[in-house]
């Protein structure tokens, strides 16, 4: 039972060009949602997160939106960048575990 | 300075041995997780302990047996080593209690390969 979900495994953006991951989730009982970084040989790295209180949170470039109704979260990047190109996983917190998506891969064109 | 450290970071092996991943955290934090990317790159929770305490055991073989002799160190010993434990094992740490973003934050990772 995958209670975190990424449905697209790879994304493709223009340089300069919004990039929109998305999440989905299906446990109400999370409070915190977050969103990694990911290059190969090296850990996850953080990137930004939101406490399941709010609907947004922005960091720079980065800004998580989440819709609780909906149980969705996207992150969306603005302008993407080459060095964006990595794969990307949301992260649900529950009771001491955090669970993650499948990942999105994300390819930023130059 | 390194907040999430684990040794090793290459570990090449025979079926059937045993073998240890050391981890330690130089952040203070009062929870520790072992998880496992296995060759799908899924990220799965494979422990967590809170205080030395385990608290999540998530349905992982007994031949894996994590030990936490204090809140900074989580090690993972795994026995009789097969074929299918061949994954990256990533240590992380958080502070459940307190802090403003609820990070969870990774070590580099362990690449394990049975032969």
């Known amino acids: 039972d995958q209670q975190v979900k990424q449905n697209s495994p790879s994304l493709s953006v223009q340089e300069g060009r919004i990039s929109i991951l998305n999440c989905d989730y299906t446990n109400s009982m999370f409070d915190y949602f977050l969103w990694y970084k990911k290059y190969p040989a090296e850990g996850p790295t953080f990137l930004i997160s939101i406490s399941s209180i709010k609907d947004k949170n922005e960091d720079g470039r980065f800004t998580v939106f989440l819709n609780k109704s909906a149980k969705h979260l996207s992150l969306h990047i603005v302008p993407s960048q080459p060095g964006d190109s990595a794969v990307y996983f949301c992260a649900a917190r529950g009771t001491y575990k955090y669970i993650f998506g499948t990942g999105t891969r994300l390819k930023v064109l130059a | 300075d390194t907040a999430v450290s684990q040794t090793p970071k290459y570990l090449v092996t025979q079926m059937g041995n045993d073998k240890s991943i050391k981890c330690e955290q130089n952040?203070?934090?009062?929870?520790m997780y072992w998880y496992k990317q296995d060759s799908k790159k899924f990220l799965k929770i494979m422990f967590s302990y809170n205080n030395k305490e385990l608290i999540i055991n998530e349905t992982v073989p007994n031949r894996f047996s994590p030990k936490s002799p204090d809140k900074a160190h989580l090690n993972l010993h795994i026995n009789s080593l097969e074929l299918g434990d061949s994954a990256v094992y990533f240590c992380a740490s958080s502070q459940l209690a307190g802090g403003s973003t609820g990070e969870l934050f990774f070590g580099e990772g362990s690449r394990l390969t049975v032969l």
């Open positions: 952040l203070g934090h009062d929870t």
